[in-house]
């Protein structure tokens, strides 16, 4: 069947799909019966491990004594760089393909040297988690400390240009003359901004159950991507991929901390194979900042050279950004302003620095969530250079194709985002002078910005039953991050097979099943439910053909069809179980797959994004600086919606990331010892009940049949693309005082308040 016929199938029948159904999972979450990995209960009891982090940020192990930890009550093993498993090197720091960043050995233990503060040094496994910890603080070791370099901007004469940007990405692009093109610009805006290291924080730690059952592990964990993080942890343990099993039944939250292996699994799957027992170990809170990836610090470069009517003549996008030496990680930050706006000359370039820290990490949006603090800011300052109307602005630079990529968009509705945007939130009431609108000793301005995220599918694969009695059941490896997966995935089986939601069961989360992408990237819902469709519109085909064979006094076989939950042979209609005990008494199944969009045609001819329009009102305080969100909009453009209310639910919680970036959240490096000072929830800020306003979510829906066969495109990640911006463009609006460095918060308001309230 093709894609086309395949999409009038669906939304023809459609009962579920784009429905604001409630989560199938929703009960045994409150429940508490849907269990997390290291609540897991499944074989012998666990012993627990507890890892011991370095004391420096750079150097070497010159001595280590792990005997009094090893005496200490209930302690069964100690593990350090001395008695540590054989594991394979780690190798460069650079992979040569970018896959391989995902699924190459992650070694613990392999020598005495030190690259980061935390880093693990050793392990300790007890009966209990409070004997283990207890027994890790017995360890004495005395280092060798040589000193490393923390800072980004004081070592800016050290960057250099990586060979690529995550996930691919050209490090550089140009297209015309920009140097010559922004130097002739009639206006020009040359601004930096800089933004903070920041942490994932999940609320559920990363943490590992590991289970040895002869040569055969079983790792249950909390992961993302379960193809990725099996060939991981076998490339680690040096064990046949097929010898690992990987369980993530239910995330609770990853945010791209939890795409690839990290020291607790690794950890637990060496101690359990060596005791022959279940070893259970989680990352401490503060653990995690350290060892579970993080937002490196970035410093953007924004230059904008424009006609006087604002038409952009030179887009200009340079980012330095720090990176681990061990391993390089270069965040794509530039690259979305690749397709954002038109302009003739355009220059994007990443640069890294290179610290001692641990490697970064993928985090929500990543590339759109800091660069689009700055881009978005920057054409801000540009409106108010140009006296325009920021949204005037934006249309005027409004691209008809691809600016660098020189094809169609799939589908583009950005104008219609930020106009429907304009219209809901009264725009036309912010005061286009900064500074002019107060509510007694508040002053209270309104921003907006663009949001833009690409739309990705990757290669998947689903497997789907029915039995005699109309029941189905269907398989992926797909994990549910707190999506929502769950529940869309049973939305499209009920709706393409024409039976009720609770005949149908969602296996998710093993690594047994056929594998998927995973979540993350915004692609979960597209990749996992376009295989899904295509395996239950197999099964479809093979129950009519089952029914057309046992089918009386049927001449044409477009005379049976199935729908509803009946089989119609002409104008006779059959409960569909019926058929099935009569043709298939012992059940069906089918498998359909999708392959990896950016090899096909589709994705080859247009360019895919998703895209919004941001809105925030925010009061200051005049005495104080403090800041306070009023009231955030957005206004989302991601082709078909699958399910209304785990659609807004995730661009909701996008906007309160965007808050927490634009106000919040920053991580303070020490820059002596290398070490994140404020690394646990009482001190690294985000936003809580009490700081999140008033929010709203509207949807433009359109099937975008370029995308693949559901029409949806990403959205989980839009909500943060643009959303900060947004408010630190409404607090100048209030205060007329631009701050370029995040989070923004009151010290760097107040020394400019006083000129605004006289």
Known sequence: MT????????SGGDQFTGKAVDRVDGPRKVTGTAHYAYEIAEGPLPA?????????????????????????????YVMTHLNAPRQPEFGPAVTPAVREVFTRARPVLRGDDVHYYDQPVGLVVAETLEAARAAAALIKIR????????????????????????????????????ETAFAEAEVRIDVSYRTPYQHHNPMEPHATLAIWQGDDVTIHTSAQTLSNFRAGLAATLGVPVERVRVVSRYIGGGFGSKLIVHADSVFAALAARILKRPVKITLTRQQMFANAGHRAE??????????ADGRLVALGHDVWSATARVEEFCEQTAVFARSLYAASNRLTRHRLVPVDLNRGEWMRSPGEAPGMLALECAMDELAERLDLDPIELRIRNEPDQDPERRVPFSTRNLVACMQEG????????????????????KLVGMGMAAAIRPN??????????????????????????????????TQIAADTLGVPLAAVTIELGDSRFPLTAGSGGSWGAASAGTALLRACEALKEKILAAARVHGALVRNAADVSMAAGAVRFGNRAEDLKDVLRRVAPKGLD??????????????????QHSHGAHFAEVSVDCDTGEIRARRLLAVIDAGRILNRKTARSQILGGMTWGLGAALMEKTVLDGRYGRFVNHDLAEYHIPVNGDVPDLDVVFLEENDDKANPLGAKGLGELGVCGAGAAIANAVYNATGVRVREFPLTLDKLLPDLPAFIL
């Open 3 to 10: 894609e086309n016929a395949q999409r009038r199938t669906t």
């Open 48 to 76: 627990y491990g507890y890892i011991l982090g370095a004391a420096i940020a750079k150097g070497r192990i010159l001595e280590i004594d792990a005997e009094l930890a090893e005496r200490a009550p209930g302690v069964l």
């Open 422 to 441: 304009a219209r809901r939130f009264g725009w036309g009431r912010r005061s286009p002078e900064p500074g002019r609108l107060r509510e007694g000793r």
């Open 590 to 607: 089918a498998r359909g797959s999708v392959e990896a969009g950016a090899g096909t045609e589709a994705y080859q001819a247009f360019s």
């Open 298 to 307: 970035m410093l953007q470069q924004v230059r904008l050279g424009a006609r």
């Open 456 to 489: 990705y599918i990757g290669a998947a694969a689903a497997w789907v039953r029915i039995d005699a009695a109309g029941q189905v059941t269907a398989r992926l490896d797909m994990t549910d991050i707190g999506t929502g997966t769950y529940t869309i995935l």
């Open 143 to 178: 280092y060798q400390e040589t000193v490393g370099d923390f800072g980004l901007e004081e070592h800016l004469a050290a960057a250099y240009a990586p060979k690529r940007t995550n996930a691919g990405f050209e490090t550089d692009s140009a297209v015309g003359d920009f």
